[in-house]
C-alpha cells in the first residue's frame, strides 16, 4: 500500500479518535519519515526555521485580542450597540447574533472563538425572547463560519504565511462572500423567526426614541466600536502590518479593559493571559509539525501526485474546482479551520496553480469550503461545540443549522469558486500590483 495512503488513513483515524490535533500531524510526520527514510533532523531544523517570522506573531496577538474583548466588556458592549440597533424587529436579536459573530470572530480570529464567546452570551437572551434554545445554538454555530470570512482572520493569516502571500490582499479576499452570507443568513433567519409565534420582542417605538436609545448604546460602546476601526483601519491604511495592528488591539483592550468599562481584573488578565497562551502554543506546535509535514509531502511529490491524480479524471476547469470543494469540505469536516488551512494550501495550491485560478481566489475557496465543513455532519466540529457550550443535545441542533448551510453556507461556496470577481474585487481595488489581474 502507498505510504501516502497509510499517512492520510494514520492522521484520520488519530483525529477521529480524538487525539489533539498536534500530536495527529506529529504521529503522521513520525510515519511518513521512517516510511521515506528521510533525515528528520533536517526536518525538525526546517521546522524550527519555518517559526522564525514575524507574520506568527500575529497569530499570537490576535488571539490575545479576541480573549482581551471577551474579559474587557468590549465584546458586551459591541452586542448591545447590535442589540439596540435592530433588536425592536422580529427576528432582530437573530440578526444581531449572525453580526456579532461576524465582529467577535473576525477580530478573535476563529470560529470557534465566536462560538465560545457569543454562545455564552446570545443564546440565554435569545431563549427568553422566545428563540428555542437548539435553533439559537445552531444559528450561533453556522453564523461563527463569518470570523474566518470577515477581516481580520486567523486562517488567512496562515494561509498568507503558508504561501508566502501579502496576509492584507487574503484578508479582503473573503469580505465579499463574507458579506453576502451575512445578508443570506439573516434572510433564512426572518423567515425562520416568521414560522415561531412564541417569539417575543420588544415593543415597537417612536423613531425618537429609538435614535436616543441607538446614541446611548453608541456612547456605551463608543470605546468597543473603536477596536475594530483601529485593526482594520491601521492595516489598509497603510499605517501598520497585521502583526503590529493585532498588538495594538490588545494594548487598547487592556487600556480600555482597566480604566474605561473597570470590567478587567488582574486575575482576569492573568487567566486570559494563560489560556491565549496555551491556545498559541497548541497552533504554533500545529504549524510545526504542518510544515515538517508539508516539507515531507513536497518530496515525495505529494501534491503533484495529487494534481495528477484530479486532472487524471478530468482537466475541465469547472470540475476541477468542484474536486477542490469536495475535498476541502471533507477536510473542514475532520478538523479546525487553521489546521485545515495549514494543511490544504500547500497540497491544493499546485493544482489551482496549474489550471490557472489566482491565489487570492484559492485563499476565498478554502476560507469558504473550510468553514462549511466546520458545521457540516457527521464530525461538525463547530456544532459539537456550539451544543456544549449551548448544553443542548446534539439533535436539536442539527435541523436548523442545516437549513442555514443548504440555503446560506452551499450557495455562498459555489458563488465565490465560479464567480472569481467576487473574492478579487476588494484586493484588485487596494492592491493591484500585488494581486494582478
Not at 470570512?149 to 503558508?162: A, D, K, N, T, Y
Not at 479593559?257 to 497552533?283: A, D, E, N, P, Q
Not at 458563488?415 to 487596494?430: E, K
Request: overall charge neutral; some cysteine.
Amino acid at each position: 500500500m502507498s505510504p501516502l495512503i497509510i499517512d492520510i488513513a494514520i492522521l484520520v483515524v488519530l483525529l477521529v479518535l480524538g487525539v489533539p490535533i498536534p500530536f495527529c500531524f506529529a504521529g503522521a510526520v513520525m510515519y511518513l519519515g521512517l516510511a521515506t527514510g528521510m533525515d528528520m533532523g533536517q526536518m525538525m531544523a526546517a521546522g524550527f526555521n519555518s517559526l522564525n517570522s514575524i507574520t506568527l506573531l500575529a497569530v499570537a496577538a490576535f488571539i490575545l485580542a479576541g480573549g482581551l474583548m471577551n474579559v474587557s466588556g468590549i465584546a458586551d458592549r459591541l452586542v448591545d450597540f447590535a442589540e439596540a440597533l435592530v433588536g425592536r424587529v422580529k427576528g432582530g436579536l437573530g440578526g444581531v447574533c449572525i453580526v456579532s459573530c461576524a465582529i467577535i470572530g473576525a477580530i478573535a480570529g476563529t470560529c470557534s472563538a465566536a462560538v465560545a464567546s457569543m454562545g455564552t452570551v446570545l443564546i440565554p437572551k435569545m431563549e427568553q425572547q422566545g428563540y428555542p434554545r437548539g435553533y439559537s445554538t445552531g444559528l450561533i454555530a453556522c453564523a461563527s463560519v463569518l470570523g474566518q470570512l470577515i477581516p481580520p482572520s486567523l486562517p488567512m493569516v496562515l494561509f498568507g504565511f503558508v504561501l508566502q502571500l501579502s496576509v492584507a490582499a487574503c484578508f479582503l479576499s473573503t469580505v465579499g462572500p463574507g458579506i453576502i452570507l451575512v445578508v443570506i443568513y439573516i434572510i433564512i433567519n426572518r423567515v425562520m423567526v416568521g414560522r415561531m409565534p412564541e417569539i417575543v420582542t420588544k415593543p415597537p417605538i417612536g423613531p425618537q426614541q429609538h435614535l436616543k436609545e441607538i446614541g446611548v448604546a453608541t456612547k456605551r460602546g463608543a470605546w468597543a466600536l473603536v477596536m475594530p476601526i483601529i485593526i482594520l483601519g491601521s492595516i489598509y491604511g497603510g499605517i501598520a502590518i497585521p502583526t503590529e495592528a493585532a498588538t495594538v488591539s490588545c494594548v487598547y483592550a487592556i487600556f480600555v479593559g482597566f480604566v474605561i468599562y473597570k470590567g478587567l481584573t488582574k486575575r482576569k488578565l492573568y487567566g486570559t493571559f494563560l489560556s491565549m497562551g496555551i491556545t498559541t502554543g497548541v497552533i504554533i506546535l500545529m504549524i510545526f509539525f504542518v510544515m515538517i509535514l508539508g516539507r515531507l509531502y513536497a518530496f515525495e511529490q505529494i501534491p503533484q501526485k495529487i494534481a495528477d491524480g484530479m486532472m487524471g479524471i478530468s482537466d475541465n476547469y469547472y470540475a476541477v474546482l468542484f474536486m477542490i470543494n469536495l475535498f476541502l469540505i471533507l477536510l473542514g469536516m475532520l478538523m479546525d479551520d487553521s489546521s485545515g488551512t495549514l494543511l490544504a494550501a500547500p497540497l491544493l495550491f499546485p493544482i489551482v496553480k496549474e489550471i490557472g485560478v489566482n491565489p487570492y481566489h484559492f485563499a476565498a475557496i478554502i476560507g469558504t469550503n473550510l468553514g462549511l465543513g466546520n458545521v457540516t455532519p457527521p464530525c461538525a466540529p463547530m456544532l459539537y461545540l456550539a451544543a456544549r457550550v449551548g448544553n443542548v443535545p446534539f439533535e436539536k441542533v442539527i435541523k436548523p443549522a442545516l437549513i442555514f448551510m443548504i440555503f446560506g453556507s452551499i450557495p455562498v461556496v459555489l458563488i465565490t469558486t465560479y464567480w472569481p470577481d467576487l473574492a478579487l474585487f476588494l484586493p484588485r481595488l487596494v492592491f493591484p500590483d500585488i494581486v494582478g489581474p
